[in-house]
């Protein structure tokens, strides 16, 4: 009953931009740093970004700064991915993690994990 569920992907033109929404079910985020991740066939699983419980702290790939935004918001158990500038490069599937880990964003050790949603840029 503890998931994760990754929401919003879908097929954009480079450029264009994209919101994702992890949606937790079953606990609270309150206690939980999440993270986002993605990965592509024939590559390794790359950590996006991640934010600690109340947000405090946040942290971004290199490729992604200053075009992906992550947020959250606890009173709706959710944190958010905000795609802009989306390049062919980004496609992959978009997964979002959680662990329970107050004040500080983790980059392993991550609990629970979402199902993943496709993210397509492509014209």
């Known amino acids: 009953q503890l998931q994760l569920v990754e929401s919003g992907g879908g097929l954009v033109q480079p450029g264009g931009s994209l919101r994702l929404s992890c949606a937790a079910s079953?606990?609270?985020?309150?206690?939980?740093?999440v993270g986002w991740f993605r990965q592509v066939p024939g590559k390794e699983r790359e950590g996006v970004s991640c934010?600690?419980?109340?947000?405090?702290?946040?942290n971004y790939a290199n490729s992604v700064k200053g075009r992906f935004t992550i947020s959250r918001d606890n009173a709706k158990n959710t944190v958010y991915l905000q795609m802009n500038s989306l390049q062919p490069e980004d496609t992959a599937i978009y997964y979002c993690?959680?662990?329970?880990?107050?004040?500080?964003?983790?980059?392993?050790?991550?609990?629970?994990w979402g199902q993943g949603t496709q993210v397509t840029v492509s014209s």
């Open positions: 934010i600690s419980s109340r947000g405090g702290s946040i």
């Open positions: 079953g606990f609270t985020l309150n206690y939980y740093a």
């Open positions: 993690a959680a662990h329970p880990v107050q004040g500080m964003c983790v980059s392993s050790e991550y609990r629970y």
